[in-house]
């Protein structure tokens, strides 16, 4: 299982953001997304803990918590549902279906 967080700060990098969520477990892995474009972070990431319940404490403690000047918005990742066809085509976000 995977944790969302969002509405980061765009300063915020991945040792950031595991100092913060190793007081609640073993973090195992982060990843900050990159906007191809611009070439900077896109505002949120994902954090994969050591166990379930570790990862439910940080939910509950992060969830809202004021960090770095933005409120953030923790919560379990939901599953990536079919690779590219989920996320449009790139360069095509005036198209209306």
Same mark, same amino acid.
Do not use: C, H, P, W
């Given at each position: 299982?995977?944790?969302y967080v969002g509405n980061l700060?765009?300063?915020v990098k991945e040792d950031d953001? &595991?100092?913060v969520f190793a007081e609640y477990g073993?973090?195992?892995n982060v990843q900050l997304p990159i906007d &191809?474009?611009?070439? &900077?972070? &896109? #505002?949120? #990431?994902f954090v =994969?803990? =050591?166990?379930?319940? =570790?990862?439910t404490a940080a939910?509950?403690?992060l969830n809202n918590a004021e960090w770095m000047g933005r409120s953030l918005k923790v919560n379990k990742a939901k599953p990536k549902i #079919? #690779?590219?066809s989920s996320g449009g085509r790139r360069g095509d976000s005036s198209r209306r279906d």
């Open positions: 299982m995977s944790i700060s765009y300063e953001l &595991r100092q073993t973090v195992k &191809r474009e611009t070439d &900077r972070m &896109r #505002g949120f #990431g =994969e803990m =050591e166990s379930n319940a =570790e990862e939910i509950e403690a #079919g #690779g590219s």
